[in-house]
DNA sequence: TAAATAGTGTCTCTAAGACATTATTTG
DNA sequence: CAAATAATGTCTTAGAGACACTATTTA
C-alpha cells in the first residue's frame, strides 16, 4: 500500500469486474452464469449471476487484466474479443455497501471450452437468452447489465463483424450468416449478406470444404482476428416512412 | 457506513468521476479543462485537467448523479447529453494510490454558460481540440482519456445527430451541417446532408428565420431534445476498393 | 434422379455523391 | 444591379432487397 495523505480518509466504495460472455451455441445465443455461494454473509446465495469478483488491489495491474484474468479462471480461453461495457454504481446494489462494478463484454466461440466454477461460485453454465433477458432470477443488478450487454451486442451486430468471434476458427458463409440472424432475431438475405462480408475483406478461404449431405461449402477464416470491422451500414434499415 | 462483514477488510481503490465536456464555437470543437489546485499533497499540481472529483458515498446516489453534479458545478448547465465513457483503473494513475475514474462524455451547446471553476480546481476554461488532443500536458491519464473520448465522439457523429446538441436551441441547417463539419474535419455535401436530416425527422421548423446579408435561412429545433437519432448509414462513406 | 444446401445473377429501389440551378435577401 | 448564402433539382452510382436460377454434393 501506498502512502495515503490524511484527506483520502474517507469511505470508498467497494470495487468489483463483472463479465458478460456469450456464445451461440444450439441455435441459441447464451450468457455464461455462476451460482452464488452460499455461506453465511454472501449476498444473494443461490441465485445465478454474472461471472466477477472484486478487483485486488495488490494483484492487479488494472481493471482490464483483472477481466481477463476473470474470464479465463472461468471458461479456460481467451477471448479475442473483450470490451468495456461500462460501470454500475450505488449505493444499494450490493446489500454491503456502495459499490461499483466495471462490467466487460466479451464473445468467444464455444469449441472445447471446459466450464470451472473457480473460487466464488458453486457452479458455471450457459443460459439461453430469452428476449432481453434468461430465465432465471439475477443477483445484484445484474438483470439490468445484462440487458444493456444484450442491447449493445445488438446494436453493434447491425454493423460489425461481432458475430464472427462467437464462430469457430473455420466456418462456413452460411454458418456466420447464421450467427448474425440468431443475434438479431431476424433473417438476412443472403446474397446481400455474402458480398458485403467478402467486400469488407473481413473473411479469407482455407484450402478445405465443409461436407454435408448436399454440395460442400468453402470453410472462411478471420483475416484479421483481432479487431471488428464497422460497415458504412446497418443491415436491412427499415425504410418506413 | 453500513455493516461490513469481516471479508470486506481489505484495501479498496480510490473511486472517482471525470467529465469529457464538448462544445463547438469559434469554428473549432473545444473541450472544458480546470486548473489543477497548487496545495501541498495535490498530485500534479498546476496542470489542466478534465473536470471531476472523488464520489461522495455519502451524499451521491449513483455514479451518473455524481457526474450530473459535476457537470453543473462547472458549467451551470444541466447538458441535454451525457454518457458513460469508460472507467480506468490502475495502480499507476494516481500517485496517491490504485485508482479508478468513471468517465463520462457530455456535448453542450455555448450559449450563455458562465464558467465556474468550482471547489477543487483554480480556474476553468475551454480548449481547442488539435488533432487527437489539446496543446498543454493534462493531469493524470487524462491525455488518454481525452483521445478515447475523441475518438467516440467522432465515430458515432458518422452515424447519429450527436452534434445537434452542440448547437443552439434554434438553427439553421447550414449551422448544423457547420457542426457536424467541425467534428468530422472534413466538408460534407449540402444537398445529402438536408435530405437525411429532414428525412430522418430529428427536427422541425419554427416560425423564424435567420436574417443577415443575403437570404434568409429556415430556422429550426430538435424534435426529441433527450435522445440522438442514429442513421441507418454513415456519411460520405469511403469507397476505397 | 431427388433432395439439399452452396453459390451466383438479375432487376429494383434507396439514398448518397457530384454539381448545377434557382430563390431571396441586403447594400 | 451584384454579392452572398439558402434551398432545390438532376444525373450518376454503390450497395441492399427480393427472388430466381445454377452448381455440386450424397443417398
Redesign the pocket.
Known amino acids: 500500500m501506498k502512502k495515503k495523505t490524511k484527506d483520502l480518509d474517507f469511505p470508498r466504495p467497494l470495487t468489483t469486474v463483472d463479465l458478460a460472455i456469450f456464445t451461440v451455441a444450439e441455435d441459441a445465443l447464451k450468457v455464461l452464469l455462476v451460482e452464488r455461494p452460499t455461506e453465511p454473509g454472501e449476498p444473494f446465495p443461490g441465485l445465478w449471476a454474472l461471472p466477477g469478483g472484486f478487483v485486488d488491489v495488490d494483484h492487479d495491474m488494472d481493471l482490464e487484466d483483472c477481466a481477463r484474468r476473470k474470464l479465463v479462471e472461468k471458461t479456460g480461453v481467451a477471448s479475442l474479443y473483450l470490451e468495456q461495457l461500462g460501470s454500475w454504481g450505488n449505493a444499494t446494489r450490493d446489500p454491503r455497501d456502495w459499490s461499483v462494478t466495471h462490467a466487460y463484454f466479451s464473445l468467444i466461440a464455444r469449441e472445447p471450452l471446459k466450464l470451472r466454477a473457480g473460487a466464488n461460485a458453486a457452479d458455471a453454465r450457459w443460459f439461453p437468452i430469452v428476449g432481453n433477458t434468461v430465465r432465471t432470477r439475477l443477483a445484484f443488478d445484474h438483470a439490468e447489465i445484462l440487458g444493456t450487454a444484450l442491447q449493445r451486442l445488438r446494436s453493434k451486430v447491425e454493423y460489425t463483424s461481432l458475430p464472427a468471434f462467437m464462430v469457430p476458427k473455420e466456418f ?3 454458418e456466420l450468416q447464421h450467427a448474425y440472424e440468431i443475434v438479431l432475431g431476424r433473417p ?5 449478406f ?3 462480408v467478402l ?1 469488407a475483406k473481413l473473411v479469407e478461404p482455407v484450402n478445405k470444404l465443409r ?8 470453410l472462411f477464416r478471420l483475416k484479421n482476428s483481432r479487431t471488428p470491422v464497422y ?1 458504412a ?1 446497418t ?3 427499415r ?1 418506413d416512412k
Open positions: 462456413t458463409l452460411t438476412l438475405e443472403k446474397s446481400a455474402r458480398t458485403r467486400a461436407q454435408g449431405p448436399n454440395r460442400p461449402a468453402q460497415f451500414r443491415f436491412n434499415p425504410y
